[in-house]
T-cell receptor, first 114, second 117 residues
């Protein structure tokens, strides 16, 4: 069975602080894909990143960075120098190679205060 | 990039009526479409997976007679909530993918907020 755990329900930070959102996954597939999505109050899902299980390189995109560690089954997301516009719910998700289903974690609500 | 259009964005209906939500892939052919439901402050729960021209596969606990899914073409899937009740009030989101998610990923619609009064 596949499962995604986001243990942090809510995080509050002050602008310019760095914040890391944790994601731990479970899967029996050897090939799988991990995703992060942002859901602002308007509700739409904004795609942030997709990573396949064979690529453990960390990725940086502007203020965003991702740390993928297969040894701990984690795919953590860090926002550097957070901004008020980063306030949203962030979802980590997992899909196996042989299934089209995308399984979401419970999400982490991030509030960035000015 | 790939775009999925979902309509309506908001709908209010009376208890006992049916509501249809459309999900269209605008610039690609979606071999598979998914329907999710999200209650306030909760995660997205997969309701069903539909492939063009075949019956939808529903997740455990989802009533297929209540949530009718039609995927008549490679660019359109519809979700009809039949005989809606207040407990069906929720945020419904569709997503679409082309064959092989490793290559194409998922594209999500903007969601439909359904309120049953």
């Amino acid at each position: 069975a596949q499962k995604v755990t986001q243990a942090q329900t809510e995080i509050s930070v002050v602008e310019k602080e760095d914040v890391t959102l944790d994601c731990v996954y479970e899967t029996r597939d050897t090939t799988y894909y991990l995703f992060w999505y942002k859901q602002p109050p308007s509700g739409e899902l904004v795609f942030l990143i997709r990573r396949n299980s064979f690529d453990e390189q960390n990725e940086i995109s502007g203020r965003y960075s991702w740390n993928f560690q297969k040894s701990t089954s984690s795919f953590n997301f860090t926002i550097t120098a957070s901004q008020v516009v980063d306030s949203a719910v962030y979802f980590c998700a997992l899909s196996g190679y042989n299934t089209d289903k995308l399984i979401f974690g419970t999400g982490t609500r991030l509030q960035v205060f000015p | 990039g790939a775009v999925v259009s979902q309509h309506p964005s908001r709908v209010i209906c009376k208890s006992g009526t049916s509501v249809k939500i459309e999900c269209r892939s605008l610039d690609f052919q979606a071999t598979t479409m998914f329907w999710y439901r999200q209650f306030p402050k909760q995660s997205l729960m997969l309701m069903a997976t539909s492939n063009e021209g075949s019956k939808a596969t529903y997740e455990q606990g989802v009533e297929k007679d209540k949530f009718l899914i039609n995927h008549a073409s490679l660019t359109l899937s519809t979700l009809t909530v039949t005989s809606a009740h207040p407990e069906d009030s929720s945020f419904y989101i569709c997503s679409a993918t082309m064959a092989g998610i490793g290559d194409y990923g998922y594209t999500f619609g903007s969601g439909t907020r359904l309120t049953v009064v």
